[in-house]
């Protein structure tokens, strides 16, 4: 069991899938696909969780980075260098565009801002420094650069306010928060840095808190929006990729884990995990084109 401070109460962790993913990532709760969805990044691969508990198994393209829901119905899903789009909850996705033709560079993890323009970040296979970007491409499929010369661009989120956009850049060791002024990323500077594990995915839950997959330290942090450490999420595996909120109450965290290049595998790395927690997440913002 993970202990929390006297403002996030954290429950029993639970177990959700078998290891079924080589490298989990990104998962997103949705009601319009009617719960839980996330990716085999490097299966190429989108996973729906069913109410059943059984999972579904998509095959999208080399990569399957992130997703989201669309604002038009249907889904959008970062492949390995562009996006595709879906029409429908369930239906295939089929290609948009790409951002870029340099293969030595592939998509990693992305979001939504409030006026629906989705924000794509990159990484090199061969992680070079300076060599990841962080995209915005609205609805028409505009694209401009917010971050240039990052090494993984990684988890990104918002405060519940839109006033504050937190980033992790995973080989600095630091999540930064931007301010956010008329729609633009401004003011860079570091929010806390994390003595151990590498900051991964993140998200933010309705009262401002930041939570933060710590990869290769086996856990999820709590920070308060001052940086002050709120609660530890701990688990059995030491490659936790990502985080979302879900449930009818936005009040399951999952947390997606990988075996990717593990030397000593674990039996439950690239599981899905869930836990209770006290304070509700914020429902996904979906894509406007």
Same mark, same amino acid.
Not at 144 to 173: F, H, K, Q
């Given at each position: +069991?993970? *202990?929390? &401070? ?19 990532? /990104? ?20 996973? %729906? ?8 198994? +998509? ?13 038009? $119905? $249907?889904?959008?899903?970062? %492949?390995? @260098? ?24 592939? +998509?990693?993890? /992305? ?5 629906? @323009?989705?924000?794509?970040?990159? +990484? ?5 420094? /300076? %060599?990841? %970007? ?18 993984? *661009?990684?988890?990104?989120?918002? *405060? ?47 009262? &401002? ?8 330290? /086996? ?50 790395? &690239? ?19």
């Amino acid at each position: +069991m993970a *202990s929390g &401070g006297a403002d996030v109460e954290v429950g029993d962790l639970e177990q959700v899938t078998d290891a079924l993913c080589y490298h989990g990532e /990104g998962p997103v709760w949705s009601p319009t696909w009617g719960g839980l969805r996330w990716v085999d990044m490097l299966a190429g691969d989108v996973l %729906t969780l069913r109410a059943d508990g059984s999972v579904d198994r +998509m095959h999208v393209g080399d990569v399957a980075a992130f997703l989201r829901p669309r604002t038009r $119905g $249907g889904w959008v899903v970062a %492949t390995e @260098r562009g996006l595709s789009l879906a029409d429908d909850a369930d239906g295939i996705p089929e290609p948009w565009f790409d951002l870029w033709d340099d293969p030595s560079v592939r +998509m990693n993890d /992305g979001a939504v801002d409030f006026v629906g @323009r989705l924000w794509a970040g990159t +990484m090199g296979y061969d992680r070079v420094p /300076g %060599t990841a %970007t962080l995209y915005r491409v609205d609805a028409h499929g505009s694209v401009e650069v917010v971050v240039p010369d990052a090494t993984i *661009s990684n988890g990104i989120d918002l *405060s519940p306010d839109g006033r504050l956009a937190y980033y992790d850049d995973t080989p600095t060791g630091r999540t930064d928060v931007f301010d956010v002024v008329d729609g633009e990323l401004v003011g860079r500077r570091p929010f806390v840095a994390h003595g151990s594990g590498h900051p991964d995915g993140l998200t933010v839950d309705s009262a &401002g808190n930041v939570w933060v997959a710590l990869n290769g330290a /086996g856990r999820v942090r709590c920070h308060s929006p001052a940086g002050e450490v709120l609660a530890e999420v701990e688990l059995p595996v030491r490659l936790a990729t990502a985080c979302t909120f879900g449930g009818d109450d936005l009040r399951d965290l999952y947390v997606t884990t990988s075996r990717e290049n593990l030397d000593d595998p674990e039996p439950e790395a &690239g599981a899905l995990f869930r836990v209770r927690v006290s304070v509700p997440g914020l429902p996904v913002r979906a894509f406007a084109g």
